[in-house]
Structure formats: structure tokens, C-alpha cells
């Protein structure tokens, strides 16, 4: 069963910094492709960047592209988000997710009946 787990949220001040872990089980890394989300009340959950199996090429949305950086490390069944000069515009809940159809961080898809979702871990940045 695909186990998926994010966690590493808090409040920081904009300009700051967060690193969010997901961690994984049930699954190989070189099987899905990962990819992490974000979700604020009254909007539709956003795909925020995500890595294709076995550490292939990896998806940023553009508001976070120089900003936020993804990582997968096999040996610890975990997948990262690490944001920098955060801002007051990313506070989200943010969710991980994995996903077994072909190509579905490099196209965008959205999640198949072969993805799961995480728990999400709430952002916030205050201003």
C-alpha cells in the first residue's frame, strides 16, 4: 500500500526558509514519479514541482522556479521541498503525491487511479 506522508510545515517570516519532507512507503522511487502540491481555502490544489522516477527530470511551477528546489532520496524513502526567500504567497497546505502512470510530472497530469495523496503539512508566511 502507497504510504504517503508530508511534514515540515510551520510559520516563517517572508524571506525566510522551510524544508518539507515527505516520507514514502509501499513503493519504489523508481516506479512513481512525486510531485509536491499546495492548496488554499476557496482554490484548487496546485501542482508546485514535481521529480519523474528513478531522480529524473524534475517540474516547477514558475512562481516558485529559482525559489524552491525538489529532492528524492532512495535510501530514506524520502522526498523534499526545500523553499527559500519564501513569500506571504505560498502559504498553503501542502501535500505530497505519487504517482505510477507514464509521464505524469513531465505533462502535468493529473493524479490517475495509480496516484495516492499525502497528509498535508500547513505553510505559513507571514508578511
Known amino acids: 500500500e502507497v504510504q504517503l506522508q508530508a511534514f515540515g510545515g510551520g510559520l516563517v517570516q517572508a524571506g525566510g526558509s522551510l524544508r518539507l519532507s515527505c516520507a514514502a512507503s509501499?513503493?519504489?522511487?523508481?516506479?512513481?514519479?512525486i510531485g509536491w502540491f499546495r492548496q488554499v481555502p476557496g482554490k484548487e490544489r496546485e501542482r508546485v514541482s514535481c521529480?519523474?522516477?528513478?531522480?529524473?527530470?524534475?517540474y516547477y511551477e514558475d512562481s516558485v522556479k529559482g525559489r524552491f528546489t525538489i529532492s528524492s532520496d532512495n535510501a530514506k524513502n524520502a522526498v523534499y521541498l526545500e523553499m527559500n526567500t519564501l513569500k506571504s504567497e505560498d502559504t498553503a497546505v501542502y501535500y505530497c503525491?505519487?504517482?505510477?502512470?507514464?509521464?505524469?510530472?513531465?505533462?502535468?497530469?493529473?493524479?490517475?487511479?495509480?496516484?495516492?495523496w499525502g497528509q498535508g503539512t500547513l505553510v505559513t508566511v507571514s508578511s
Open positions: 503525491a505519487a504517482d505510477q502512470a507514464i509521464f505524469w510530472c513531465s505533462r502535468g497530469l493529473p493524479l490517475s487511479p495509480r496516484g495516492s
Open positions: 521529480i519523474s522516477r528513478g531522480g529524473g527530470p524534475t
Open positions: 509501499g513503493f519504489s522511487f523508481d516506479d512513481y514519479d
